[in-house]
């Protein structure tokens, strides 16, 4: 009979979060079937891998990490065409973790340097220094933008005869100062986790995930999965970009360059004009758009990885199904890579889930916010305002259906796979030669399970994201919009 306590037990040798170091047993069973030349030709014994510590994982020319991983449970089985697990991996981790970890060094969520135990002092002090110095540049751009009345979300400077002017609103604390509380928390939170909880997460999934679609039935899952974490990760870089180009607009719009501009602030006896006024207020609200760049980095770091994660993950689960209904493997073997995948969905729905929960109420308050600025230009004057307006509206709106959408089709996997034994059970002649109470326990194991993507403690469905796109499509096609000339 077989328990989830059996499964549990038998884990202790896969360590659920530790690479491909603990994984041989689990890479010969996905071999073992549909791959006999392969499994003669691999060497006999269970050889330990180098260890996988902080300083030698991914950054060391991002190859020598995986120079032995031949010997460690990856077979260099051929999987798409001339395409070997392996070199899928070392292409992977060139194309799409490479890149991503540099985004993590950039806001200081991952060290500048990661050989730290070999490293000299002033390096060391590097690495802990930098974080500290984004944290500081954070919390001067969020000063900077309350003393200076200044939001990313304005999209034009109010206009009296030729003079423009920026000015403070009644909702500066609801409507700034919350969400700048909010944004420095994420950040702490973000590097507590990705610096000392989770440091080498990332890459030991993917590990995982490509050992699980190494096999011949699951051969066409690599170079897809490839294709569109290379995706993922250029809809961030994209994203970035077009936030630049809006800062960059919206300083034209604002007429920031325009001496006659007023920029009210916070202080005291700073309304006045002369020289030193002007430069002070000027230079506050344009190091303010330095530090929006710092912000929209953040952001995109944040989304980009809840959503290479939970691609991975459905990818995993996709591996699992596929390699059970053409028995590939034993029910025994299913059961524990179900059970990895719990323990993984557990970690997925935990901290990272609650950071990008945050996230997601201060992207839903800006685009709130874009709006209700967008709808206040009644003036055929603020064309260029009107392309901020929208441009600010879209960016938020891109980052708050992104994780969304992810999460409903994780979810929509894991009820797929709660199938899985109603499946296997309807087909007889492919499990014939399984005794009937492993047949029973696989299905009452399978039926049991309620997996799912969770955000702010919520299980995400699919109907979440059809009912919200449903409810944008209604809102911007009966909302009157006849005060923008071109729309």
């Not at 330990?48 to 460690?72: A, I, K, M, Q, T």
């Not at 051929?78 to 970890?101: F, I, R």
């Not at 899952?221 to 994203?239: D, E, F, N, P, S």
Request: hydrophobic share 40%; charged share 15%.
């Amino acid at each position: 009979h077989i328990s989830r306590m059996d499964a549990q037990s038998d884990s202790t040798r896969y360590s659920t979060f530790g690479g491909v170091n603990n994984t041989h047993s689990a890479g010969t069973s996905l071999h073992q079937q549909n791959e006999s030349e392969n499994t003669k030709k691999r060497k006999g014994g269970t050889t330990d891998g180098p260890d996988r510590s902080e300083g030698s994982s991914l950054e060391n020319n991002n190859v020598s990490d995986f120079e032995s991983v031949g010997g460690n449970g990856f077979e260099t089985t051929e999987v798409s065409g001339d395409l070997t697990t392996e070199q899928a991996l070392q292409y992977c981790q060139k194309t799409v973790l490479w890149p991503y970890l540099l985004f993590q060094k950039l806001i200081g969520w991952r060290r500048l340097w990661t050989q730290y135990s070999e490293a000299s002092k002033p390096i060391r002090c590097c690495n802990k220094a930098y974080p500290s110095v984004f944290f500081v540049v954070l919390i001067y751009t969020c000063v900077a933008q309350i003393i200076t009345c200044f939001s990313r979300t304005q999209a034009a400077s109010m206009l009296s005869g030729n003079q423009s002017s920026i000015a403070c609103t009644n909702k500066l604390a609801s409507g700034t100062v919350l969400k700048d509380i909010m944004l420095l928390i994420v950040y702490v939170w973000g590097a507590y986790l990705f610096l000392y909880l989770q440091p080498e997460y990332l890459s030991s999934l993917i590990e995982r995930v490509f050992l699980s679609c190494s096999g011949a039935s699951t051969s066409g899952y690599l170079k897809t999965l490839i294709r569109k974490l290379q995706a993922i990760l250029l809809c961030g870089c994209i994203w970035l970009l077009l936030t630049v180009a809006t800062s960059i607009m919206r300083m034209f719009s604002l007429r920031l360059l325009d001496p006659l501009t007023t920029i009210s602030t916070l202080l005291p006896n700073t309304n006045t004009t002369g020289f030193i006024h002007d430069v002070g207020r000027y230079f506050l609200v344009i190091s303010s758009l330095f530090g929006f760049f710092a912000f929209d980095a953040l952001y995109a770091t944040v989304v980009v990885n809840y959503v290479s994660q939970s691609e991975l993950i459905i990818y995993f689960l996709r591996s699992i199904m596929v390699k059970t209904r053409v028995k590939s493997q034993q029910l025994n073997e299913v059961i524990k890579d179900i059970f990895h995948a719990s323990d993984i969905l557990q970690v997925f729905n935990g901290q990272l889930s609650y950071i990008v929960s945050l996230s997601m109420f201060i992207f839903i308050s800006d685009a709130v916010s874009s709006f209700v600025n967008l709808n206040s230009l009644r003036d055929n004057k603020f064309s260029l305002g009107y392309a901020v307006g929208i441009c600010n509206i879209s960016q938020w709106l891109f980052l708050v259906i992104s994780p969304i959408i992810q999460a409903a089709r994780l979810t929509k996997e894991c009820q797929k796979l709660r199938l899985l034994g109603l499946e296997v059970s309807a087909r007889p002649f492919t499990y014939k030669d399984t005794p009937q109470e492993t047949l029973d326990s696989f299905l009452q194991y399978t039926t049991s399970t309620k997996y799912g993507a969770k955000l702010a403690g919520v299980v995400i469905h699919s109907k979440y994201p059809a009912v919200l796109l449903f409810g944008l499509g209604l809102f911007f096609t009966f909302y009157p919009f006849s005060h923008i000339p071109w729309l």
